[in-house]
């Protein structure tokens, strides 16, 4: 709750949106479209934490161009940055020096790419900005928001935003501002994957009761310019297997669009078992490969960023509404697992919101539930497009990557030729990915090889590609809530596994000087991945919002 001592100005909108991505940026632009249609004034804020739209936006992004073809048909005449049609779709199993390409006879309609875009996601979230801009919506970057505001009766009446200045103490410095209160009829969150507001409303209105634990990834994301003569415009690459075991899920995606860029990724599935495993590395020794450092060898990287990916489809998808608001894009998760895409179906919720906050406003209403936002949902192309997939993770999960892969092919097809009917019916995760780690006595330890510093990169070296940067003085945004059980568990029984898991080098286990260990948060590094608050076995560290600006500044990610 927000501290009720502290005085702040207040400033009051329609509908104030929580993050200037795919959902937040497609709902402020479908609110003015309507009311532009209908001839009446509607107020409508966007609040983004980056230093500016899109920069910290960070997808493969092989993109469909679904959602867009709805809220702009003429995006194309428009200059939309959907810039580079997918030409070839490659799918191939790796070995540890060669490959196996998957014929695409097999695969369903579903995971083909022709007729997707390639593009920078962070470059489209900027363009949609400016036609949501030229529409009269008011875009504040650099403003984190870190609490909510409610009204008496419960429901959600804002959120308090700006607030600067905290010393590492938590007090206010010489230079504090309390930030303000920028409240609204409804509030859309489109913070992302595991954003700090959506997490405590979904623990507060209990919009997780009934549904099956969400499921995370993380992505690591490079993007290289490489020589012209390796560079294959349009293409698309995805590959399974090595350097992952079997176990162990995930994947790569390699896009060629552009002036000669190649946007290069790899997905780990974070419900892992071995504590000694890191996401970081095995992206490193995966661009070694044969089928890619042909590609990469004379290229050049350009910048590096992470973050996790939602996982759990179908299944995970909490209640979408709360008294006076509702959840929209990743906020939710409306990621297809198999085909490695969110941002249609991102945009496309945020137009169904805000259509249903339209419908809400006009007949006068404020502060209770979008109930024709779930119906719109339900009875959407993502809803279909979610629950023919729904099993691809159980199935994954249970039965490992080779098995796995025919139980998700057998299932996808009945799903795409008998209209979502599976004759394994709906499959459960079961458990989080927190929960799914084991102790390190449980598993060997793997000894990664050393960066050649030409195509793999120590972790800081990368880090300094993501352009993150964070005011030393203020709080460390990631909090522990308790060090002794970090000490006794996190690294008595998992062995340490933090400072495998994040991408960023945050944290360590350091010499105490003493006999002992002691827990060292680098918060400056973080790239606000979320993995920590997702992956630690004890949910013992919570990703809180640091001041606004701070965080990576991803170009062309």
């Not at 479209?33 to 209908?38: F, K, M, N, P, W």
């Not at 490659?90 to 579903?110: D, Q, R």
């Not at 959506?198 to 969400?214: T, Y």
Request: charged fraction near 20%; glycine fraction near 14%.
């Amino acid at each position: 709750m927000p501290d009720t001592a502290v005085q702040r100005d207040a400033m009051d909108f329609d509908v104030v949106i929580v993050g200037a991505g795919p959902a937040g940026l497609s709902a402020a632009i479908r609110l003015k479209q309507l009311a532009a249609a209908s001839g009446r004034e509607i107020s409508v804020v966007v609040l983004e934490k980056g230093s500016e739209v899109g920069a910290h936006i960070l997808s493969g992004a092989v993109i469909d161009p679904k959602a867009m073809n709805e809220l702009f048909p003429d995006w194309a005449e428009m200059g939309a940055p959907l810039e580079t049609p997918v030409e070839v779709d490659k799918f191939l199993l790796l070995g540890p020096e060669g490959s196996i390409g998957v014929p695409g006879f097999l695969l369903p309609p579903m995971l083909k790419n022709h007729g997707m875009h390639i593009a920078s996601l962070g470059n489209v979230c900027r363009w949609l900005a400016q036609q949501a801009e030229a529409m009269g919506v008011d875009i504040y970057p650099g403003f984190s928001c870190s609490d909510l505001t409610f009204r008496e009766d419960g429901s959600v009446k804002g959120v308090v935003a700006g607030v600067m200045g905290l010393e590492k103490s938590g007090e206010p410095g010489p230079g504090y501002q309390p930030g303000m209160e920028l409240n609204g009829k409804y509030v859309l969150i489109a913070e992302g994957v595991r954003g700090s507001l959506s997490k405590r409303l979904i623990a507060h209105f209990k919009l997780d009761e009934g549904r099956q634990p969400q499921k995370y990834g993380i992505g690591l994301k490079e993007l290289w310019q490489i020589r012209p003569e390796k560079f294959r415009k349009g293409y698309v690459q995805h590959t399974f297997g090595w350097p992952l075991d079997n176990r162990t899920g995930g994947g790569s995606f390699m896009y060629h669009f552009g002036d000669n860029y190649v946007s290069l990724g790899f997905v780990v599935h974070l419900n892992y078992k071995n504590p000694w495993l890191s996401p970081y590395q095995e992206f490193q020794r995966f661009k070694h490969h044969p089928e890619i450092a042909k590609y990469l060898e004379g290229g050049q990287r350009i910048s590096y960023g992470s973050r996790a990916i939602t996982e759990g489809g179908w299944q995970s998808i909490p209640k979408l509404v709360f008294p006076g608001g509702a959840l929209i894009g990743c906020s939710a998760g409306f990621v297809n697992l198999p085909r490695i895409k969110g941002s249609h179906n991102a945009m496309k919720t945020g137009m169904l919101a805000a259509e249903a906050a339209f419908e809400a406003l006009g007949a006068g209403r404020e502060g209770d539930m979008l109930a024709s936002y779930e119906t719109g949902f339900a009875s959407s192309w993502v809803a279909t497009e979610l629950k023919k997939v729904r099993n691809a993770k159980p199935f994954w999960s249970q039965y490992g990557t080779i098995l796995g892969f025919g139980f998700i092919g057998v299932d996808h097809w009945c799903t795409t030729l008998f209209g979502g009917w599976s004759p394994f019916g709906t499959l459960k995760h079961g458990k989080s990915d927190a929960a799914s780690l084991e102790p390190a006595k449980k598993h060997k330890r793997i000894d990664y090889p050393r960066p050649d510093g030409v195509l793999s990169f120590d972790r800081l070296t990368n880090v300094a590609f993501s352009f993150t940067n964070h005011g030393e003085d203020q709080p460390i945004h990631l909090k522990v809530k308790d060090l002794d059980l970090q000490k006794a568990s996190e690294l008595g029984v998992y062995g340490g596994p933090s400072n495998r898991y994040c991408p960023a080098g945050v944290y360590e286990w350091l010499d105490d000087g003493a006999g002992g260990q002691r827990f060292q948060i680098n918060s400056q590094n973080c790239v606000h991945c979320k993995t920590c608050d997702i992956k630690d076995p004890n949910q013992n560290i919570t990703w809180t919002t640091p001041e606004g600006g701070g965080g990576p500044n991803y170009p062309n990610m």
